[in-house]
């Protein structure tokens, strides 16, 4: 409900929906050097016709717990398009993705360092009585 709110609030239930197809997908290995664990996403390359019949494509990369991950050559997922800028492409998944992500690197971290620290405040005014 929340994401339907706001592409309204920008404009994108005004663009032109048609139908992309994946042109490839690329898996890549990401090692992260402190943690030592191996990482995988994909790069998807979409292409779409434009109202004048002009294939417009977009590179967008997700991580391997996107709905959007690895997607097969050929296969068809619903976009809208700027019909102003026909090259500007929404695609609701990519959005739920980076919401996900970020939720995931910042804002649960954020809210376990707050947890911490109020507990370690908590127990230092418990022990000072």
Not at 36 to 57: F, I, M
Request: aromatic share 12%; with cysteine.
């Amino acid at each position: 409900m929340l994401i339907e709110i706001w592409e309204r609030l920008r404009g994108y239930d005004k663009w032109i929906e048609t139908e992309a197809k994946v042109e490839s997908s690329k898996v890549s290995e990401t090692l992260d050097s402190e943690s030592g664990h191996v990482t995988y996403g994909s790069g998807e390359v979409l292409v779409w016709a434009d109202q004048q019949g002009e294939n417009q494509r977009a590179y967008f990369t997700v991580p391997d717990d996107s709905p959007l991950y690895q997607f097969v050559g050929g296969e068809s997922i619903p976009i809208r398009y700027n019909p102003a800028e026909p090259d500007e492409y929404y695609l609701r998944e990519l959005v739920e993705t980076r919401i996900h992500t970020i939720a995931k690197r910042v804002v649960i971290p954020l809210v376990l360092i707050c947890f911490y620290a109020l507990f370690a405040w908590l127990g230092m005014r418990h022990g000072s009585r």
